[in-house]
């Protein structure tokens, strides 16, 4: 028998209010994308919510920052685009080589031990990021090395743990140990049979944490605002040098390409735990 989610019962009081909390979570999560897509295709020289005018002019500024060198900016938007992207290939894979084993030796362990190691990888998300960038910073200026771009990745891999872990762990749970253990008795390795059972089944979750971190990582701002010099500067920090003094309208042009890339990308993610276990 089939169970309505929204019953109508007292006359449908219960599904009005369901419906206005939905509704008003709604439009406080999408507000600021639409205001920002909105002012996006604003005409004016300076920002303005509404817009008195519409047209596609910062969208043609931001192609032409991309083609064109901008002398204005200690570094350019393409070199500070190219840095997010190697940042956030760094981050996704070292957080997923690090992420698999211990998910799955943590679904293979002790409810104690699992508890523990999952509280240990959720502090940074119950950390102040600015405090966390503040570390970070103390951390690398008492090294005194010149850490290139790791200065930046380092911090990043701290950040998504959490979010690759969990997914992981996810796939992991319903993976059965008899599953294995079916492999071994048919003669493969212990290492054989995580290679090609489990691994495989796994495939899903790997995949969710690897978007996961590829988003978090590309789009991360607070900490790395404490960690980045001007040699290595990502997207988010000359974003926010462009908009320091005055709002910049190209600025919200470039967000609504990260907007659409991101939905993109959450829609994979969601095809992805929706139990699929493939892009496509």
């Not at 709604?26 to 002012?39: E, F, K």
């Not at 300076?46 to 969208?59: A, G, I, K, L």
């Not at 600015?130 to 290139?148: R, W, Y």
Request: charged residues 10%; negative net charge; glycine residues 6%.
């Amino acid at each position: 028998m089939r169970v309505g989610l929204l019953p109508t019962e007292g006359g449908g009081t219960y599904r009005f209010v369901i419906l206005f909390l939905a509704s008003i979570g709604i439009l406080i999560s999408a507000l600021p994308v639409i205001v920002v897509t909105i002012m996006s295709f604003s005409a004016s020289e300076y920002s303005s919510f509404p817009p008195t005018e519409f047209s596609f002019r910062w969208y043609f500024e931001v192609l032409q920052l991309f083609t064109n060198e901008d002398p204005s900016s200690a570094q350019s938007v393409v070199d500070s685009t190219i840095t997010s992207l190697l940042v956030a290939f760094l981050v996704m894979i070292i957080s997923t080589l690090v992420c698999v084993p211990l998910a799955y030796a943590l679904a293979r362990s002790g409810r104690n031990l699992r508890e523990g190691m999952e509280l240990l990888f959720t502090l940074p998300l119950v950390f102040p990021l600015v405090m966390l960038g503040i570390a970070f910073l103390l951390i690398a200026e008492s090294l005194q090395l010149d850490l290139g771009i790791w200065r930046i990745a380092i911090p990043h891999i701290a950040l998504v743990l959490p979010f690759v872990l969990r997914n992981c762990l996810s796939a992991m749970n319903g993976i059965s140990v008899e599953i294995e253990e079916a492999a071994i008795s048919l003669g493969a390795s212990p290492l054989r049979a995580i290679w090609d059972v489990v691994i495989p089944l796994m495939k899903a979750g790997i995949l969710a944490g690897l978007i996961f971190a590829l988003i978090i990582s590309f789009n991360e701002f607070t900490v790395t605002f404490f960690m980045y010099t001007i040699d290595v500067s990502t997207l988010p920090i000359w974003m926010y040098s462009r908009t320091v003094s005055s709002l910049d309208p190209a600025t919200l042009a470039l967000s609504v390409f990260i907007i659409v890339v991101d939905v993109f990308l959450v829609l994979l993610v969601d095809k992805l735990i929706a139990g699929r276990g493939n892009l496509f």
